[in-house]
């Protein structure tokens, strides 16, 4: 592993794990009620993704390209998935606990992670999936159909739908102060898909130069996006 790489995934991806677990103790500390609980799952999920880099970066040998390629599948997948915990957290306050009961919770949640899992099909056809082994340099490399059907089940299970009811919520505030807070939630969300769409967008296009800027951005995009979610929202669910 280079030393620029190393720097990316044990230092820059490692400090946003532990600042995302950090959110994750300071939500819990003030109450451990489901509201509090969906939310907080987007960071573990999120971090849980993360971590798993620390595992299959170092594992550039080969042998084990199919390790590493399931490792990175893993990891992007949970990533991704963590989003759907938002769209659960933004349900139940737009229709309150009553209507989003656990059941519906739980449909939604594996509903949206079956989807997900509809991409390692893709894996086991060439060209189709990722390519992830010495001849890119252990970097995973997209193909079209792995990359579209990713976007596609991202933008309209997530994006959308945090969008059009982060706005639903917005309106139906009264109280000026919550729809301040409010709208640094929505910028935050903003940031995420923002990181989301472009380090996916970089695995496909396997620019270098814009690999390395995005990787660079995907530092402040991440932290500043996930920091500003608990501070719309974090501090003042109980």
Not at 76 to 105: R, T
Not at 208 to 236: E, K, M
Request: aromatic share 22%; net charge positive; charged share 15%.
């Amino acid at each position: 592993m280079d030393f620029v790489r190393f720097i990316q995934v044990y230092i820059a991806q490692g400090f946003i794990g532990v600042f995302f677990l950090f959110l994750v103790y300071k939500i819990l500390k003030r109450g451990s009620h489901r509201l509090n609980k969906v939310f907080s799952a987007f960071y573990v999920t999120s971090s849980t993704g993360i971590f798993l880099n620390f595992i299959y970066a170092p594992l550039t040998f080969e042998g084990l390209e199919l390790l590493v390629l399931i490792l990175n599948f893993l990891t992007n997948y949970l990533v991704a998935f963590s989003i759907i915990f938002l769209v659960v957290f933004q349900l139940i306050i737009l229709k309150s606990e009553k209507v989003i009961d656990k059941d519906k919770q739980k449909y939604i949640i594996i509903g949206y992670g079956v989807i997900l899992a509809v991409l390692i099909i893709f894996l086991f056809f060439p060209e189709m999936g990722v390519k992830l082994d010495s001849s890119t340099d252990w970097k995973p490399v997209w193909f079209a159909p792995f990359y579209f059907y990713m976007i596609s089940a991202l933008t309209i299970c997530t994006f959308l739908p945090v969008v059009v009811i982060g706005l639903q919520i917005y309106r139906s505030f009264q109280d000026k102060r919550l729809k301040e807070k409010w709208r640094y939630y929505m910028l935050g969300t903003i940031f995420l898909f923002a990181f989301l769409y472009g380090i996916f967008t970089a695995n496909f296009l396997n620019i270098p130069i814009f690999r390395t800027i995005w990787a660079l951005a995907s530092l402040f995009l991440t932290i500043v996006g996930g920091y500003l979610l608990y501070y719309g929202v974090g501090r003042q669910i109980e």
